[in-house]
């Protein structure tokens, strides 16, 4: 980002006009040519109107019925969701992509439902770190979350522990913005209490909000102190538009009253939404890239070279030059290939021995059941031969014995 | 007076003799020995408990009876904290008293957080089982048990959350569940409904019987007025106990930028109908189920696991059967 030097500096007069101060104009209409990012992520458990204030910020159906929101997909853990949506304004084109958490602090046991989002956003800063590392950066895009909406319930007490480790882990790797959600449940004096209190809260555990930074103007430091004033910020989401003494204005439609969501006595969402996207779009980047960017490279760099042996994840994809890297992701697939090659040679080895087994013992068995069957027909027929054997003989006992009584009778009638 | 009465066999009586006067007789008993009331508000902080109750009775009985103290910690596991009042209207008095479950459903990790509370619900089960089953008994049996237990629901417009349908699940069976929608005046008149037709579906789906259940409905006349009350049911409640001036009447209520909602006003929500329903028409009813059918239910239970019980001496020398 640009800055002009300080003032006290010594300042040159010159003799006429250079045209320098026409830099500014050439800077905008570069900038404005290649469009802007904005990387927007909003934490907080379900029914709590985030896609609802979404759609109401930047005026566009993000969230619909027939691509509903979060809340209306029932999750069982929590995911992280991306939906980019492009905005036209003015000449100015705008790449918007909201990061939805859906399943947030919605189970019973919620223990390290923060931690996919972590996951998240280091994966972002992982990927431009290593876009900013290659050898070719002609496109970078830019997928970093710039900031984190955080939304807290409207209980009147003060933070959930929920909200406290959530916020504590993440106020150092991304802006952190809490908001009071539906906060046309309060009166203003609850409001202000319970704003006190969440502020005290963030105070007593360390937590690091998105800072507004101070300007050099005094008017603008004027309205940033009003802004500091009121954090969190207490918003009402709606895009229905009714008609309240003859202006037709967004809000909610109550038996006692219309809660308007513009009307700065109502919440403060004219507050969000100014500074969101009319006054510190750009700052939330910056503070990205400066900050929380540079403390994510630090960190990552830092555990590679520290030791000379690589404790992160990734192989050397830091200190080896995109050409070797490539060279060994190739031999790397290669080598994977053929280890594959070898598992699947080596299981259809071992079916085609299963089936020959399994065939030579079909085989024994069928052998086995025939010469089983052989021994039986043997064993009847020697069975059957004995029989024969007994019976011939008894067949000749008693041919024998009728002759001998033939023979007898025939003796007998010889005698008479 | 004067009509002919009719005899239990269908005979006529021949005169006035004065049976109708039992429901007097009745009255003044009551009005004399008073009644006990225990309700239970079950639900994570910051649902607006303590106001509702606050709001209910007309008097600070709720644990928090200065206002909401914000500055209270919570507690790192579920507490149990009974408060309670005797209260009078009509000649009539009422121990009141309400049980707190702070701790509910704060926690990052709630897994168990309702089993305090059903401790807690037995084990009032089981003093009055150990009473009853003493040889000397007292005149009247203090009466702990938890008659209704009030269970908040979260105002998020969408679904019933996890917790709560585990809650019910477990806790229908001991105790006469009464759940309301808090906070009500965070929905419009058409989210209020859907979303309560969206709880009342998902509760039906998994069986979740709240009270008044459908099984204990007595005759037609009972059923088709439970009915009518069944399908309001989840209540959409707002509580305040601050005063406003609406149209030259004091009324309860909260001011907002945008208008004031009324708590007693049936157009703004449905605290009235809560009201009539837990106090001018059921709660009788809501004491003779736990004793009729949740405390039976309970005391059956341990009588068969423990193969029959032995009365026990007041004077405690003899080792409990229980």
């Excluded at chain 1, 930047?58 to 992280?80: A, M, N």
């Excluded at chain 1, 503070?287 to 760099?301: G, M, P, W």
């Excluded at chain 2, 009719?6 to 008993?29: A, F």
Aim: aromatic content about 8%; some cysteine.
């Amino acid at each position: 980002s640009f800055r002009f030097p300080p003032l006290h500096e010594t300042q040159r007069n010159l003799e006429g006009y250079v045209g320098f101060a026409n830099l500014p104009n050439q800077v905008y209409r570069k900038s404005v040519k290649r469009g802007f990012e904005f990387t927007l992520m909003v934490v907080g458990e379900s029914g709590l109107g985030k896609s609802t204030l979404i759609n109401s910020l930047f005026l566009t159906d993000l969230y619909s019925k027939d691509y509903p929101g979060p809340s209306q997909r029932i999750k069982k853990t929590v995911q992280v969701e991306q939906s980019k949506v492009l905005i036209k304004e003015g000449g100015v084109q705008l790449t918007l992509t909201i990061v939805d958490t859906p399943g947030f602090g919605d189970a019973v046991d919620n223990s390290n439902c923060w931690q996919p989002v972590i996951n998240y956003i280091d994966s972002k800063c992982e990927d431009f770190l290593n876009a900013e590392s290659r050898v070719n950066r002609r496109s970078m895009p830019d997928n970093r979350v710039h900031c984190c909406l955080y939304f807290i319930a409207p209980s009147g007490h003060g933070l959930k522990p929920l909200d406290i480790e959530f916020m504590k882990r993440l106020h150092d790797k991304v802006n952190v913005i809490p908001l009071i959600a539906k906060a046309d449940t309060l009166t203003p004096e609850e409001c202000q209490l319970f704003k006190k209190q969440i502020m005290k809260e963030i105070q007593e555990h360390k937590i690091k909000i998105y800072e507004f930074p101070d300007t050099e103007d005094d008017e603008d430091n004027k309205l940033i102190r009003k802004i500091k004033e009121k954090m969190p910020l207490a918003v009402v989401g709606s895009n229905v538009v009714i008609e309240v003494n003859g202006k037709k204005v967004r809000g909610r439609q109550y038996p006692w009253g219309v809660a308007e969501v513009e009307n700065g006595e109502h919440c403060d969402f004219t507050v969000l939404r100014n500074m969101l996207i009319r006054t510190h779009m750009q700052d939330l980047k910056d503070v990205t890239n400066n900050v929380h960017y540079e403390n994510y490279r630090s960190k990552k760099l830092a555990a590679v070279t520290c030791n000379g042996v690589d404790t992160t994840k990734t192989k050397g994809q830091l200190t080896k030059s995109p050409l070797a890297q490539m060279e060994e992701e190739r031999r790397e697939h290669v080598m994977k290939m053929k280890k594959m090659e070898a598992e699947m040679e080596q299981v259809f080895e071992m079916k085609v021995k299963e089936k020959k087994q399994k065939l030579k013992d079909s085989e024994a068995e069928l052998e086995r059941r025939h010469e089983q069957m052989k021994r039986n027909l043997e064993a009847q027929y020697k069975d059957l031969e004995e029989k024969r054997r007994v019976f011939e003989d008894e067949k000749n006992n008693w041919e024998a014995q009728q002759r001998i009584l033939e023979q007898q009778k025939l003796d007998k009638e010889k005698f008479f | 007076i004067g009509n002919p009465v009719v005899g239990c066999g269908g005979s006529t009586l021949l005169g006035y003799i004065g049976i109708d006067t039992i429901i007097e007789q009745m009255r003044k008993k009551t009005m004399k020995t008073g009644f006990e009331f225990n309700i239970m508000v079950v639900g994570h902080s910051g649902l607006g408990k303590s106001t509702l109750v606050n709001t209910l009775f007309k008097s600070q009985v709720s644990r928090k009876s200065a206002g909401w103290a914000r500055d209270e910690k919570i507690p790192k596991t579920v507490e149990i904290k009974s408060v309670s009042h005797v209260i009078e209207e009509g000649g009539v008095k009422m121990k009141l008293t309400v049980v707190d479950t702070p701790g509910f459903g704060d926690q990052i990790n709630n897994d168990n957080c309702w089993e305090p509370i059903s401790k807690y619900i037995n084990e009032q089960f089981e003093k009055f089982l150990k009473e009853e089953v003493n040889i000397t008994r007292k005149k009247r049996i203090p009466d702990t048990r938890v008659h209704c237990c009030i269970y908040f629901i979260s105002p998020t417009g969408h679904t019933l959350r996890q917790l709560d349908m585990e809650f019910m699940k477990r806790l229908s069976h001991s105790v006469n569940i009464i759940p309301v929608i808090a906070k009500a005046d965070t929905m419009t008149i058409e989210e209020r409904q859907e979303f309560k037709q969206r709880v009342r579906k998902e509760l039906e789906m998994s069986g979740i019987e709240f009270y008044p259940q459908k099984e204990f409905d007595d005759d037609m006349e009972d059923k088709s007025d439970n009915d009518k009350i069944r399908e309001t049911m989840p209540f959409a409640v707002v509580g305040s106990d601050k005063e406003y001036q609406v149209n030259n009447k004091r009324v309860l209520g909260r001011k907002t930028a945008w208008g004031i909602v009324e708590v007693e006003n049936p157009n703004h929500c449905e605290f009235a109908q809560l009201r009539d329903f837990l106090i001018r028409s059921h709660l009788q009813d809501l004491k003779e189920v736990t004793h009729n059918i949740h405390y039976e239910t309970y005391r059956a239970k341990r009588l068969n696991d423990n193969g029959g019980l032995h009365p026990i001496s007041t004077n405690g020398t003899h080792d409990s059967n229980l």
